[in-house]
C-alpha cells in the first residue's frame, strides 16, 4: 500500500522525490505514479503517493509509454527547422562543392538492420546497416523492427541508399540525403517521376512514424523510392 505525503509551501515534486524516496531523479516517476501531467503541476495540501520500492519498478518500465518522445525529434518542417534539428550543412561545404569530414564525423551513424537488404547496384551483396544520422538510428532500427514483425520484410527488395552528400537532383540544395535523414527502397521499380510498386503497408508504417513518403510527390518530383524524416523540404 503505498504511503502519501502532503505538499508543503515551496515543495517541488524534485524535493519530495530527493527526501521522501532518497534520490531527486525519481520525480518523473512519482509524477507518472501520480497521473500528473508535467512536474510542475503540484499545490500545496495535495497529496503525493509515495510508491514503495516494489511498485516503482513496474511503473519505471511502463510498457505504454512511447519511445518515440524520448528516442528522436518529431520530424522537422522546411530547410531551416532541419537545419535547427539536424545540423546546418552549409557550414561544412567546401569550396569545391564538397562536404567537410567532419560533418559525417559529428553526424553521421549506422543504424542496424535486423535482416540484409540486397543492395540495389549490386543485388549480390546486402546492406546490413544503413548510414544515417545519429538522431534518427534509433528510429530506423524501430522501422526496420516493425517491418520484421509485421511481416513486410518481402515489400523491401532492395537497398538504395541512406546518407549519402549530394545535391538535390532538380537543384542547388542538399538533398535530405546529406543529412543522413532520408533512405531509398526499392529504386530499381520505383524511378523518380513514375508511379512505382511500393507497398502501401510499407508507406504506411513509415508515414505513421512521421516520415515523408516521396510518392506523394507530384510530377516529376515523384519519388516513389524515397522516404524523408522532414517534411515542407
Ligand atoms: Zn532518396
Redesign the pocket.
Known sequence: MAKTYTVAKGDTLGKIARAQLGDAKLAVMLADFNGLPDLNQIFVGQRILLPTAKEQRPTAAAPAAPRAAVAWPAPPHGFQAVRDTFGDILAYLADDGGIDPKWEAERITRAALPFPIPLAWNTAQNATAIRCHKLLAPLLEEVFRQIESQGLKGAVRTY??GYVFRPKRNGVKP???SWGI???LNPNTNAMGSAGDMDPRLVALFEEHGFTW?GRWSGGNK?P??F?YCSGY
Open positions: 538504395g541508399g538533398s535530405t540525403h532520408a533512405i531509398d516521396g519519388d523510392m524515397h524523408q
